[in-house]
């Protein structure tokens, strides 16, 4: 089991940036991927961002790529989301998750079902 806590979220203008925090404990070492969601008021939670423990391979939603980028800190066990021109429409619950038992290797799942251990999240509200 991981133990996933999200920092970071607030209040923003349109235009503006914020920085995502998640920090990971407890058997750290399983931890394949590490990925971001985000889910809005009456939305379905939906893929953001991962990033892969070792190699350091990245993938992103077609609606933040060039905008956001996700890094991480392996001494540290911890990956942020450092997020740039953000919309309103970015608005939402962004959720930290750990994904421990990958269906297949070098590749990098966005689907929530792939992803194990889930953080409380942190809201991040845009004003237009």
């Known amino acids: 089991q991981v133990q996933l806590v999200e920092s970071g979220g607030g209040l923003v203008q349109a235009g503006g940036s914020l920085r995502l925090s998640c920090a990971a404990s407890?058997?750290?070492?399983?931890?394949?991927?590490m990925g971001w969601f985000r889910q809005a008021p009456g939305k379905e939670r939906e893929f953001v961002a991962a990033?892969?423990?070792?190699?350091?391979?990245?993938r992103y939603a077609d609606s933040v790529k060039g905008r956001f980028t996700i890094s991480r800190d392996n001494a540290k066990n911890t990956v942020h989301l450092q997020m740039n021109s953000l919309k309103s429409e970015d608005t939402a619950v962004y959720y930290c998750?750990?994904?421990?038992?990958?269906?297949?290797?070098?590749?990098?799942?966005?689907?929530?079902?792939?992803?194990?251990?889930w953080g409380q999240g942190t809201q991040v509200s845009v004003s237009s």
């Open positions: 990033i892969r423990s070792s190699a350091g391979t990245t």
């Open positions: 407890g058997r750290t070492s399983s931890i394949y991927a």
């Open positions: 998750a750990a994904d421990r038992t990958p269906l297949r290797y070098r590749t990098i799942a966005v689907s929530i079902n792939e992803y194990e251990d």
